[in-house]
């Protein structure tokens, strides 16, 4: 095959491979992996809760930010605001249990599919995609830093 020509094969195969990754991924819950981030940090907190501003402090954003952040996680279910039975004024987030127990459920099952595929591919080919994602996150790491 002629460079150019694989080039296009591979541009189409991987348009196509995320296509397909993206579609599998939508649920009806619409979370982005930067909120699932943010979700999984009140999460390791102690006692699996935060303050606002501890959030604003820690993402290096505004009160107000966090705030309207939380507002809207508290919309979705995902969070739930906290009183302390000490001081009425502190409010603590903490991550909605029923939101937790389907996150974990969603990571066995993506969990499952990894496990499938990879044995779908068999050792040698599953030895290959691991040194290829490996070799392509360190030329994506280096681009970054040439930036």
């Given at each position: ?5 694989a ?18 991924m939508i649920?009806?819950?619409h ?22 501003s ?14 309207q952040?939380?507002t ?15 001081d ?6 903490e ?11 969603k ?5 499952d599919?990894?496990?499938?595929y990879?044995?779908y ?9 691991e ?5 392509t ?11």
């Amino acid at each position: 095959m002629e460079p150019q020509a694989a080039k296009g094969t591979i541009i189409e195969i991987m348009i196509k491979m995320f296509r397909l990754v993206k579609e599998s991924m939508i649920d009806g819950s619409h979370i982005k992996p930067r909120q699932i981030a943010i979700l999984h940090h009140i999460y390791s907190c102690p006692h699996h809760r935060e303050t606002i501003s501890n959030l604003a402090r820690d993402y290096q954003i505004t009160d107000a930010a966090a705030s309207q952040m939380v507002t809207y996680f508290e919309k979705q279910g995902w969070v739930n605001k906290v009183r302390t039975e000490f001081d009425r004024r502190v409010v603590y987030v903490e991550v909605n249990k029923d939101f937790m127990d389907e996150m974990k459920e969603k990571f066995s099952d993506m969990m499952d599919d990894v496990n499938r595929y990879l044995t779908y591919l068999g050792p040698k080919d599953a030895n290959a995609l691991e040194r290829i994602l490996n070799k392509t996150i360190a030329y994506m790491e280096e681009k970054e830093e040439s930036v």
